[in-house]
Nanobody
Framework: QVQLAQSGGGLVQPGGSLRVSCAAS????????VGWFRQAPGKGYEAIQC????????TFAGFVKGRFTVSRDTAKNTVYLQMNSLKPEDTGVYYCAAETLLLPSCSDYSGDFTNWGQGTQVTVSS
């Protein structure tokens, strides 16, 4: 079973950048599809991007529009979500989630993932 610990995020002005990290322990992350989700206040999980075991990634959210990039550092056993040109509507709690049963593909459904990070607050405000 993999454990996920998130870091990064915080408060940023509109147009700024943030990187959220998802560090794994207990198992190599390259064995998992890792998805990023966000939850705005009062709303459900929204799929952003997912990186598959073969390193390819899928963008599910139309709002990304080239602003967000998911990547994986195998040596650090960490997956990152780099977010640029942030907007106030990007505010929310961001979660990483990992699942082996999706091999080799990804999913945009939060219910398919059984291993979750603790969540990281991202606030975009001037």
């Amino acid at each position: 079973q993999v454990q996920l610990a998130q870091s990064g995020g915080g408060l940023v002005q509109p147009g700024g950048s943030l990187r959220v990290s998802c560090a794994a322990s207990g198992s190599p992350l390259e064995k998992y599809a890792v998805g990023w989700f966000r939850q705005a206040p009062g709303k459900g999980y929204e799929a952003i991007q997912c990186i598959a075991t073969d390193g390819t990634y899928t963008t599910f959210a139309g709002f990304v529009k080239g602003r967000f990039t998911v990547s994986r550092d195998t040596a650090k056993n960490t997956v990152y979500l780099q977010m640029n040109s942030l907007k106030p509507e990007d505010t929310g709690v961001y979660y990483c989630a990992a699942e082996t049963l999706l091999l080799p593909s990804c999913s945009d459904y939060s219910g398919d993932f059984t291993n979750w990070g603790q969540g990281t607050q991202v606030t975009v405000s001037s």
